[in-house]
Structure formats: C-alpha cells, structure tokens
C-alpha cells in the first residue's frame, strides 16, 4: 500500500465511521477556547472543565483576566497540571490580549504564537476550531496515532503536522486533529491500545507488525 492510498483508506473510515468529532473542550467563544487549551497542556479536558466555569464568571473576557491578582487565578486553576506556571501565562496572556488586540482573539497561527502560553500546537488548535484553518495540531495523541498507522515517521510533532497536511485535504484537516486525538484517546492509547477494537486495524502499520511478531 502506498502512503497516498493509507492516507485515503483512513480517512475514508474517519468519514464513515466518526462523521462528527469535535473538541471535548468546554467553550463558548475564542477567549474561552484558548483559555481552555493553555490549561488542557499535560492536563485532561475533563479536568479543565472542572475548573473554566468559575474561572470564566470570574475572569469573562481578556481584561478582566489580565488585571485579577495572580494568586486569585491560582486559586481557580490549582488542581490543574502546573498551575504556577499556567497562571502566569494566562495573566499574561489577557494583558496582550488587552493591548495588542483590543481583547479580541487573532485569527492567525502567527499572530496566535505571539502570545504568552501559546506555542505551535495551541495555536493551530485555535485557529482550526474558531477561525476554520486548514491546520492540524499535533499532540502526544496524534503524534502517536500518525506514528501508529504509518502515516509519518517524523521525528518531531512539526515534522507530523507537516506530514498530515501535506497528504490530507485542507477541507478534512479540521476534523483530522479531532479524528486523530479522540481515538488516540479512547481506542488506540498509549498503553495496551484497543487494538481488537479498532476499525483501523486492517490498515495498520502498528498492528501488523505486532501481528507478525
């Protein structure tokens, strides 16, 4: 099978099987969004959910958020992972907001990069979500899974997201990022994946290995 023809055969099945997958984020506009996703960084959704409804009726917007005292944001963030270190950036991320960009979130990945807390993978999480980008972020899910089913063998995530859409269709990519991570997540973990369970498995290079071994 030739790359272009597995790349096709899974997204087929993606398209088939999982018409709809979306982000399991709790959010209701771009600051909210990108807030969440600055707090879901080695941290689960389902955590970060926990924790944004009080953070959001406290903080609604960039302003608020980028003037409430530092030890009040940790006190709504504490049981997410590294909590310091997020608090900061998310002070810091509303006051550039605030200044720059008039508290509105920045529909490019360039622009998005430029403020505190946000690298590449945030970025294009945001941009693909909100502002419809034909982008792929990339995280230990999808990094994982590409590796898994022989869509790349790119040694770093940017080396991935380069493979990924440079083989699917800047229509698909949006949905792709969600069609990789949630089964990352669910079906084909880290450890012991659901390899009986899978759809995928035909299609495989993971499995057929391991199937010959």
Not at 27 to 33: G, K, Q, V
Not at 113 to 120: A, S
Not at 158 to 166: F, G, N, P, Q, R
């Amino acid at each position: 099978m030739t790359k272009v023809q597995r790349y096709d055969a899974i997204v087929d099945w993606f398209r088939t099987n999982v018409p709809v997958a979306q982000s399991e984020l709790n959010f209701s506009n771009p600051y909210e969004l990108i807030v969440s996703v600055v707090l879901s960084a080695q941290c689960t959704d389902k955590r970060v959910n926990m924790v944004t409804p009080d953070l959001f009726r406290a903080y609604p917007d960039a302003r608020s958020l980028g003037e409430a005292p530092l030890e009040d944001i940790l006190e709504h963030i504490r049981s997410v992972s590294y909590p310091n270190n997020k608090a900061r950036h998310l002070k810091a991320l509303g006051q550039k907001l605030t200044a720059d960009y008039g508290g509105v979130v920045p529909g490019t990945v360039e622009e998005l990069m430029t403020l505190p807390g946000v690298g590449r993978k945030t970025a294009n999480v945001v941009a693909s979500i909100v502002f419809d980008e034909p982008v792929i972020a990339v995280d230990t899910h999808v990094y994982r899974v590409s590796h898994r089913l022989g869509l790349s063998r790119g040694k770093t995530p940017y080396d991935v997201e380069m493979d990924l859409e440079k083989h699917i269709r800047p229509a698909d990519r949006p949905i792709a990022h969600h069609w990789l991570i949630l089964h990352g997540r669910y079906t084909c973990t880290a450890r012991s994946p659901k390899c009986s369970e899978c759809g995928l498995a035909g299609l495989c290079a993971y499995h057929s290995r391991h199937a010959e071994s």
